[in-house]
C-alpha cells in the first residue's frame, strides 16, 4: 500500500491545509494526517481537539486517516510504514525552514522521501496563527476554516474571555 503523511501542528486546520490534504489524496492508496503533540508548545487546542476538527473535515475522503504522534516525525512515518512526507509551500518565506526540515528528515531517515506542493493561490496568505488571531478579536473567519473549525474557535476565544473576566 502506498502510504503518504502530511504531518503538522494545525492549530487548527484551515481551508488551506484542507486544498493540500484533498490535492494530495488523490495519489496515494492512504494519506495520514499526523498532528503534532508536543508537551512543550502550548497550542490553542489540545491535541485531542485538533485530531477532532480535522476528522469531522475530512469525512468526504475515503483514504484519510488522522493520529496525532509525539518525537521524530520519521519514527512515526516509519511506524506507519510511509515513505513520503507531504509538506505544502505558500510563499518563499516558508521555503528556508521547509528546506531545514526536510534534509533533517533525510539524514534522520534516508529512505523517506519530502514531497512539496504549491498551495493554491487564495490560500497562500493563510496560516493558523492569522486564523487565530483574527477570530480572537471577532474577525469573519468563514471563508478561512471549516465550519466547525469556526464554531470551535469561536467557543474557545469566548471561554478565553470569560475567564479572563471580560465580561
Ligand atoms: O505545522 P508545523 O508547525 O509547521 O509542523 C511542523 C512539524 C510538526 C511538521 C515539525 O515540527 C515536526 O515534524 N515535528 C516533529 C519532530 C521532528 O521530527 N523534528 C525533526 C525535523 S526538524
Known sequence: MNTAIYPGSFDPITYGHLDIIERSA?????????????PQK?????????VDMIRDSVKHIPNIEVESFQGLLVDFARI????????????????????????????LDNDIETFFMMTSAKYSYLSSSVVKEVASFGGCIRDLVPSAVENRLRKKFLAKKINNGGF
Open 42 to 50: 502550548q497550542p490553542l487546542f489540545t491535541a485531542e481537539e485538533r
Open 26 to 38: 488523490r495519489f496515494f492508496d492512504r494519506l495520514i494526517v499526523a498532528v503534532l503533540s508536543n
Open 80 to 107: 506507519k510504514k510511509a515513505r513520503i512526507i507531504i509538506k505544502g509551500l505558500r510563499a518563499v518565506s516558508d521555503f528556508e525552514y521547509e528546506l531545514q526540515m526536510a534534509l533533517m528528515n533525510k539524514k
